[in-house]
């Protein structure tokens, strides 16, 4: 059987995709509507079921509080880091959540964190995967923003297992769309990579060396994307509407929604035509109707476009580079599919972009690049080293409240360092080690990541103290660091629980209960599995009827083998996995001799000098006979 496929996915504010490589290039899994794109919407249904993507947000028109959409802006936050978020966004969180603790939001009856939402989307991403394949799919590359912190990295990993997938990375996003057009290949350069998505806009400097991605520096705006030049289009249609047809539909929730949709429809239109017509069916028989052409449309986005150029200029001052510095320049995100964007780019960076791939899978191809290499690649990608760089510098608190960093940006990850410390006051017993993240010279300035103490240090002069504080950033960068007093020995450890994190024990229970459907979800991996066993058994009794080995057996055996093989062909069909397995098991005992046999007419047969060929028998079945040991299905949690 083949090896177990890593898939790539990109979790996005908006639309989520999954992609894997297929033999030199990666391609986006399409889901069962046969669209590569799954809005990033979870919604209940009637009976309490969640519902993913498209069908999510349709219920989400219907009724707003059983949905939940952007859920990536809450990842790893806690109620006093969203207060902006929730001017703009709907999100209902639960009343009773104290200050540091991890969010829950509303949906339905019940209410969910953040990695549980995500988790639903990312196991509708594998479902997808898993039908496309007709196997299981257990392990991920998973691509989050290049200014993601531990915490939100954190909180991206534990959705992956509830979700049932082996995170085996976190890959940043700019990182991942490089990938998919291959820049690493080029060794060396400065990638600026413009990202114009839904509801956010990232520019992100990359500097690419001896095939390594840095991020040297990241802007944007995280409340900028299409939905703005949605809700331009909204107004300006509301407004003929009520001018024109002298009706006020603004709080008419179904009708702007229709609105919503045409407008979308619009824009999308006027990225490859020069005109369309926004048509909306009204309440009472009207109809609106506006033509509009790409020149007014570019003029009404202008202003909206023009708030990337600020941050596009921050970054490159950031980064110490003049716009002729950079080499390539990478567009992601649906929006950059408007032609007045591309051009705008062109201009700041003075540069031709790369348009090759759709912008919104660019990301998804590259998380499917980085799989391979991971799972150990094709031809196409084994000399290929990929690392990846920590964005943010790591540290503790030192005398007098100034951070001391141990790790720098732009680290390539995974890394390590080591700092020595000591006491303040004699015969200090205890040292309390806070852990920092940020570029900033107070720890007050820095993201407090954790706190612990070094306990049972003995009595010392002051100063006489060795500790030794390590820190280890692992290939996700993801963080943990321990202490230890050299002189006595003593030492404490941490994995680094960033304050809204979740704990193991936490994620452990949500993977258990995510709708109590893991469960079921397991019995049709199983279930999946079984029935490719199956196939596979059947398809070599197949060809063992047809070697010279079927005319040995006795028609009792001949028939016993048909009577199993009617049995296993018929309750493959049903979702019971273990009556499937179970008649994988009798009838592959039952065809132990005739295996045997093929063997042993295989050999004869070389000996007398024939090929395989001649005699019918394809060389694999020396090895594959019916009775070839097939491994066992994985379990779903390891
Ligand atoms: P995110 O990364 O935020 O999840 P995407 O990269 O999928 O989102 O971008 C989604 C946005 O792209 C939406 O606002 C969508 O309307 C817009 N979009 C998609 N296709 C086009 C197009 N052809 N022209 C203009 N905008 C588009
Ligand atoms: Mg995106």
């Not at 196997?135 to 991206?156: H, M």
């Not at 005398?399 to 001391?404: I, L, S, Y």
């Amino acid at each position: 059987m083949t090896a177990d496929r890593i898939v790539g996915i990109d979790l996005g504010t908006t639309n989520s995709l999954v992609a894997f490589m297929q033999g030199e290039s990666p391609v986006v899994i399409p889901g069962e509507d046969g669209s590569n794109l799954v809005p990033s919407v979870v919604a209940l249904d009637e009976n309490n079921q969640p519902v993913i993507g498209n069908a999510a947000r349709n219920l989400l028109i219907a009724s707003p509080e059983r949905a939940v959409y952007s859920i990536k802006r809450l990842m790893g936050r806690g109620l006093e880091d969203v207060q902006e978020e929730l001017k703009f966004f709907p999100f209902r969180l639960a009343e009773d959540l104290q200050p540091g603790e991890v969010l829950r939001i509303g949906l339905g009856e019940k209410t969910f964190t953040p990695p549980e939402i995500s988790a639903l989307i990312l196991r509708q991403l594998k479902r997808n995967a898993e039908r496309f394949f007709g196997a299981p799919v257990t392990k991920a590359v998973i691509t989050v923003p290049a200014y993601f912190n531990d915490a939100q990295r954190q909180a991206t990993k534990d959705a992956g297992r509830i979700a049932g997938l082996e995170v085996l990375r976190l890959v940043n996003e700019p990182t991942a769309a490089s990938l998919a057009y291959g820049l690493d290949k080029k060794q060396n350069g400065i990638v600026a990579v413009y990202d114009l998505g839904g509801g956010t806009f990232d520019i992100s400097i990359l500097r690419l060396h001896d095939g390594i991605f840095e991020v040297i520096a990241t802007n944007g705006d995280t409340h900028l994307g299409g939905d703005d030049i949605d809700n331009l289009l909204i107004t300006i249609a509301l407004d003929d509407i009520q001018g024109d047809l002298e009706i006020d539909l603004r709080r008419n929730a179904e009708v702007v929604q229709a609105i919503r949709k045409a407008v979308i429809e619009a824009k999308i239109a006027l990225s490859s035509q020069a005109s369309t017509k926004l048509s909306v069916e009204l309440p009472g028989g009207k109809h609106y109707l506006r033509e509009i052409t790409r020149a007014q449309f570019e003029q009404l986005i202008q202003p909206i476009i023009d708030r990337t150029v600020g941050p596009c200029k921050q970054a490159l001052k950031d980064a110490g580079l003049k716009p002729e510095q950079i080499d390539e320049v990478v567009l992601v995100g649906g929006s950059t599919r408007i032609p007045k964007v591309r051009a705008l780019v062109k201009e700041m960076f003075h540069r031709e972009p790369h348009t090759d791939l759709n912008p919104d899978e660019v990301v998804a191809l590259g998380a499917a690049v980085q799989a391979n290499i991971l799972g150990g690649g094709s031809e196409a990608t084994e000399n290929m080293l990929l690392l990846d760089v920590t964005p943010l510098s790591l540290g503790i608190e030192v005398a007098g409240g100034v951070t001391d960093k141990i790790i720098l940006r732009n680290s390539t990850i995974p890394a390590s360092a080591t700092q020595f410390y000591t006491t303040q006051v004699d015969g200090q017993a205890n040292v309390a080690i806070h852990v920092l993240q940020g570029e900033r010279e107070l720890a007050k300035d820095c993201r407090s990541l954790a706190r612990f103490d070094l306990k049972g240090i003995p009595p010392m002069a002051a100063g006489m103290a060795r500790i030794e504080v390590k820190f280890l950033i692992d290939a996700n960068g993801i963080l943990s660091v321990s202490a230890r007093e050299q002189r006595s020995g003593k030492e404490a450890e941490i994995q680094v629980q960033p304050s809204y994190g979740l704990t193991d024990e936490q994620v452990e229970s949500m993977i258990l209960d995510s709708f109590d459907s893991a469960e079921e979800d397991f019995r049709k991996r199983q279930a999946i599995e079984a029935r490719n066993e199956a196939g596979t058994i059947l398809s070599a009794l197949e060809k063992g009827r047809r070697s010279p080995a079927w005319g040995a057996l006795t028609s009792d055996e001949k028939k016993k083998i048909a009577k199993l093989e009617k049995a296993l062909i018929a309750v493959k069909a049903e979702e019971d996995y273990q009556a499937i397995r179970k008649a994988i098991d009798v009838l592959n005992q039952a065809t132990t001799r005739l295996a045997e046999l093929m063997m042993d007419s295989a050999v004869s047969i070389a000996l007398k000098g024939k090929t395989m060929d001649e005699a019918g028998v394809a060389a694999e079945e020396l090895g594959e006979g019916p009775t070839a040991p097939h491994p066992m299905a994985k379990a779903e949690f390891e």
